[in-house]
């Protein structure tokens, strides 16, 4: 990195120390906001309980999307394990996943599978003890 001109730092000098102030008040007001709406949330409640309203509903975690190269990914390692017609559940393919070190995360996986039976590329055959569902690839 270029040396900055002796006069230009010094010049710039009382910039960035008024940024520096700045970022740690809002920092500070950010963190005073937080506990505010912390105190608040009981009031609230507490007004809505006396109105008869229910709680609303929560907000859903949003997901990521899934990429296309984990959703092929998927896809071939369940065309190599279960080509053959047998049938699987996500945690299967988790299991069976070869290389080890390729595998995809569990809940990637999970994902894929929906996704490749949302497109009809493997078909959910029925639901297996404790809720798991069971696939099997469609013949092409």
């Known amino acids: 990195m270029a040396e900055i ?15 520096a102030s700045l970022d740690a008040e809002i920092v500070e007001l950010e963190n005073q906001l937080a506990l505010k709406r912390e105190e608040l949330r009981p009031y609230r ?13 929560r907000a859903k975690k949003s997901q990521k999307r899934l990429g296309r190269d984990a959703v092929e990914e998927t896809d071939a390692q369940i ?14 393919v988790y299991r069976n996943w070869t290389p080890v070190e390729t595998r995809l995360g569990s809940d990637r996986i999970t994902r ?14 029925r639901r297996g003890k ?10 092409s």
């Open 45 to 57: 409640r507490v007004l809505t309980a006396a109105n008869g309203q229910k709680p609303g509903p």
């Open 130 to 139: 404790g809720g798991s569902t069971i696939y099997r690839v469609v013949d």
């Open 5 to 19: 001109d002796p006069v230009l730092a010094e010049v710039l000098a009382p910039v960035r120390e008024k940024i």
């Open 112 to 125: 894929a599978t929906r996704e490749l039976h949302s497109v009809g590329v493997i078909r959910l055959m």
């Open 79 to 92: 065309r190599k394990l279960f080509g053959d017609g047998t049938e699987f559940t996500a945690t299967d």
